[in-house]
C-alpha cells in the first residue's frame, strides 16, 4: 500500500520517523565459522543468494556437513530449540484461541509439534541437498542416495532427487 509506513520505533523529539514498509531490516554481522555459516543458509528466510554463497565459498569444506544433515536431519540442539520454541507458540496460540474462537486451533499439541518438527526436518535436507549441488562436490552422490533411500517426504524426495541428477548421480 503506497504511503505505509511501519514505526522505527518510539517517535519523539530527535528521533527518526517511521520507516518505509519494504526497506530492510538491520543486520547482523555475518557468521564466521563453518557451521554457522551452513546453518545461516539452511534457517535464512529471505535474501538467501548471499548465505548460499557464503557456504559456496567454503566449498568442500562444507560437504561433511551437509552430507550429515541431508542424510540425519538438523542437529539434536536445533531440534530441541526449534521443539521448545513451537511448544510456546502453541501454548500462546492455544490461547488466543479461547478468546478468539474463530482463530481456535484445530490441532492438538503433538500433532502441532509433529507437524511443524516434520517441516523444520524437511526444510534442513532440502537446503543441504541444494547447498551440495551449488557446490558442486561429487563426493555427495553416495550419501544422496542413502538420503533418497530413507526420506519419506515427497518434497524431501524431489529435492535430493534434483541433486543427484545435477550432480550427474542419477
Avoid at 37 to 60: K, N, T
Avoid at 83 to 105: C, D, K, S, V
Avoid at 117 to 126: H, V
Amino acid at each position: 500500500i503506497a504511503g505505509c509506513a511501519a514505526p522505527a520505533g518510539p517517535i519523539s523529539e530527535g528521533t527518526a520517523g517511521p520507516r518505509e514498509f519494504g526497506t530492510p531490516r538491520p543486520t547482523a554481522t555475518p557468521p564466521t565459522e563453518p557451521v554457522d555459516i551452513v546453518l545461516s543458509w539452511i534457517e535464512c528466510e529471505d535474501e538467501c543468494a548471499a548465505p548460499l554463497q557464503a557456504v559456496v565459498q567454503l566449498g568442500p569444506d562444507a560437504t561433511p556437513l551437509l552430507v550429515q544433515i541431508v542424510t540425519e536431519g538438523p542437529p539434536a540442539a536445533r531440534v530441541e530449540a526449534m521443539q521448545e520454541h513451537l511448544r510456546i507458540t502453541y501454548e500462546e496460540l492455544a490461547a488466543y484461541g479461547e478468546t478468539h474462537p474463530e482463530a481456535a486451533l484445530r490441532l492438538g499439541e503433538a500433532e502441532y509439534l509433529g507437524l511443524y518438527l516434520d517441516n523444520y526436518a524437511a526444510l534442513y535436507r532440502i537446503r543441504s541437498a541444494q547447498a551440495l549441488v551449488a557446490i558442486g562436490d561429487p563426493r555427495a552422490t553416495s550419501a544422496l542416495q542413502v538420503a533418497l533411500r530413507s526420506s519419506e517426504r515427497q518434497d524431501v524426495r524431489e529435492a535430493i532427487l534434483e541433486a543427484l541428477r545435477a550432480l550427474g548421480g542419477q
